[in-house]
């Protein structure tokens, strides 16, 4: 809030309204969209660097507006999580890509995106379970995914929430490392699997001498640990052979494919299962 000419407090400026208004129209609209099935989850692979295999799917969910064409997630993810509606979203994403890794050969993992909101809900822990014995899918076939956001205020919900999930042999990779409050302490603290280090470090323009010995450092600890790392974002095959060099045991990038549908994914396995 702030105090205007005439002494009193302003909440709004046109400029919020207008912003508070578009998200409003968002959150409506996002709400129909799962009614009328305008969403749907595509599936990047996830690829060993030795092998050249697809290890996992991470599920990237997609909104095909009817005007506004294809909507990313990075449009309306975060009006999702400030609403609240990310919920009923996020366990409809879960479910449904649980669905699909139930066709895929028993080998291939899905990974699927969390937000802190919806680790936080109620019955979250138990909401996943549940969708999983749905799909008819193994616990240890989901990795979720969470970035360190998730741990800025630490709280009791979350730690249940991870022991109760890794209890049943659900695991968790923590996402876009490098980008926030980087701290070891939750690589420490929490059962990790998986390091997936931000594609900044891995293409643009602040790539370099500095950000390949974070890499390298990040790797090593990886195998001390017995964690995989993953590099995100890898788009050249020199990105590719820098990151393998450095020590990560897994990439993904548009190198290796865009996130496609479904039966795409179910394609791309099949085809590598034949060859
Ligand atoms: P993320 O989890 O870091 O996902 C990776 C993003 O990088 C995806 O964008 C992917 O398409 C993009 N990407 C992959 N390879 C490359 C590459 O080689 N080059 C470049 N330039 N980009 C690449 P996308 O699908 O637009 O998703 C953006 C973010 O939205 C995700 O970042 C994630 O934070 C969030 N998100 C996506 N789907 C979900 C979801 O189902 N639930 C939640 N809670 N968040 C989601
Ligand atoms: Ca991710
Ligand atoms: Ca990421
Ligand atoms: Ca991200």
New binding site residues.
Partial sequence: AKVNGRNQLCFYTPAMSRDLVRRREIEAELRAAIIKNELS??F?PIVDLETGKIRTF?????WFHPQKGEL???EF?PV??ETGV?VT??NW?TAQ?AKACAAWPEDVTLA????PM?IKAPGAALGILTALRDAGLAPSRLEL?V?ESLFLDDNHATNSFIEELSAAGVRFAL??FGTGYSSLSYIHKYPFKKI?V??SFV?GPNVGRKSDAIIRAVAELGTTLEMEIVA????TVEQVKAVREAGCTLG????FS??VPDYLAAMLLAQEREG
């Fill in positions: 989850i595509f990047q991470e599920a990237l969910v997609r990313k997630p990075d993810i999702a999580e990310i979203l996020g994403i890509a699927v995106n969390l937000s919806q995914e970035t996402d876009d997936k931000d594609r293409s995100e974002g890898l788009e993904q990038g548009y190198y865009r996130a």
